[in-house]
């Protein structure tokens, strides 16, 4: 069981890019791994994470909150879901996502980002 912890995302464990458009600051607390993704606009997870990742789509499963800006989600059986501020979210494995307009979108995921955009 893990002891008592406080961390800051402004002192992150590793910090990943996404291709000149984002990244995602990492934390490793308790048992777990939280990452604030800020995702640039123009984003795209085919363009920007799939390279890194190289998987046709992305497979980690997130759940997360929306800070700010917005993001749509197409799941690989073409189901889609546009997100954004204040929003609580279940992404599961296999899916492509991008950004929505002219502000960054910025989540807060608690799930699937222990080995995301992370080089082998």
């Not at 912890?5 to 992150?12: A, I, L, M, Q, T």
Request: aromatic share 8%; net charge negative.
């Amino acid at each position: 069981m893990a002891g008592l912890e406080r961390k800051r995302f402004d002192n992150p464990d590793d910090t990943r890019p996404f291709r000149d458009k984002g990244h995602v600051k990492i934390v490793d607390i308790g048992d777990g791994v939280v990452g604030l993704a800020t995702f640039e606009p123009g984003w795209k997870w085919s363009d920007h994470v799939k390279p890194i990742a190289g998987t046709p789509s992305c497979q980690a499963a997130h759940v997360g909150y929306v800070l700010s800006g917005r993001q749509v989600i197409l799941m690989d059986d073409g189901t889609q879901l546009e997100i954004g501020p204040g929003d609580v979210v279940s992404i599961p494995a296999g899916h492509d996502g991008w950004t929505v307009g002219d502000e960054p979108c910025v989540v807060l995921d608690f799930a699937g980002m222990a080995t995301y955009a992370k080089p082998d």
